[in-house]
């Protein structure tokens, strides 16, 4: 089974790339999401033993505790890390292994900080003008443009991404995105084929 992880940074669309691949027959696995049922189940003891019993309130992860500590203290947020990343591969290694079809995808938004992408054979970056992600977050989230700024900032550039990547969408106008996730599909089903044979 040939894999595809992408990623993208807060605001760019892969999201919405992603749902894309899904229309179009494709499994999808959601790291973040992975994550969040990990931390509530099997990872509970783990983060409580590092991050304190209040990392969890009424028996349900406080992830803006959580997110106030590790997003301003990097040893934090390595130690958070080392205990949810290898636990989300294990967890999508099963997954895939489950799933039918020419390939999956892996959604993260960090593929390439959390080295997950050599858990996968393609990756495809989603990228995006600053200016544009600040306001698609702001009017998601319902926050304010300073901390959208500021979450930018502690993700890896457009640049890096771009560089990294086997391939790259450019979400600007969301009309254009069908056209080149149908593109990407028809590539990866062709080498899925070489990957199996």
Sequence with gaps: MMKVGITGGIGSGKSTVCRLFAARGVAVYDSDAAAKRLMAGLLRGAVEARFGAQAYRDGV??????????????????????????????DFEAWAEAQQGDYVVLESAILFEAGLEKSVDRTVAVLAPEALRIQRTCRRDGTDAESVRRRIAAQMSDDELHARADHTIVNIREEELAPAVEQLDRLFRLEARHHDA
Excluded at 62 to 86: K, M, N, S, T, W
């Design 61 to 90: 992860l406080d992830r803006r505790y959580l997110a106030g500590i590790v997003f301003r203290d990097r040893e934090a947020l390595q130690a958070l890390d080392a205990i949810v990343h290898p636990a989300v591969m294990r």
